[in-house]
């Protein structure tokens, strides 16, 4: 096997694993809220570990992939548009972080943008689709901004704290050079 073609085979193999992470540890649920979303186990940490590893183009077709994961897994399915920015748009955002790749302090910057993509989208899915189970008194956009932010800024804010710990940096960084040579 070439170089080259040994690259990514390993590409390959780190873009399942990191499937399977964030999947497995999306059905970890630290709290789990009424009308959809949760707090979960760090899952979309996996997915944007992804783009920081290998940039954009393949960030971005993971996100998406782990999209189809989760609509198959817990499908909530009322509109094709719905499920578009529910499932691809949303979580193909966490794949952002490729865009940072090169950065200082690039994967904590991506980490923020990928989330705050996959927010937006949420956001903008729960106005135009959700906005009838807005609380009392509240208006239908701050409902659904609010709504989705406590779940995955909750999360973000875990997973923050945990990527500033020294020995959690070494290993990604340890993680992103195995993942990265091209023996």
């Known amino acids: 096997m070439s170089k080259s073609n040994h690259f990514y085979v390993r590409r390959l193999a780190f873009c399942g694993v990191a499937l399977a992470l964030g999947t497995v540890t999306s059905l970890i649920k630290v709290f789990e809220f009424p009308f959809g979303g949760s707090i979960t186990l760090l899952s979309m ?42 499932y691809f748009l949303a979580f193909g955002c966490l794949g952002l972080t490729g865009f940072f790749c090169k950065k200082k302090h690039g994967l904590l910057i991506g980490y923020i943008v990928s989330i705050t993509g996959r927010w937006i989208f949420a956001s903008l899915s729960g106005y135009i689709f959700w906005s009838e189970y807005a609380w009392d008194g509240w208006n239908a956009i701050a409902y659904t901004m609010v709504y989705n932010g406590a779940y995955i800024y909750a999360e973000g804010i875990v997973t923050i704290i945990l990527l500033a710990l020294p020995p959690v940096a070494n290993a990604i960084d340890r993680v992103r050079m195995t993942a990265t040579e091209q023996s």
């Open 45 to 86: 940490l996996f997915i944007c570990l992804i783009g920081y590893f290998y940039g954009p183009v393949t960030g971005l077709c993971v996100g998406v992939g782990y999209g189809v994961l989760q609509l198959f897994l817990e499908p909530i399915i009322y509109y094709p548009l719905q499920v578009i920015m529910d």
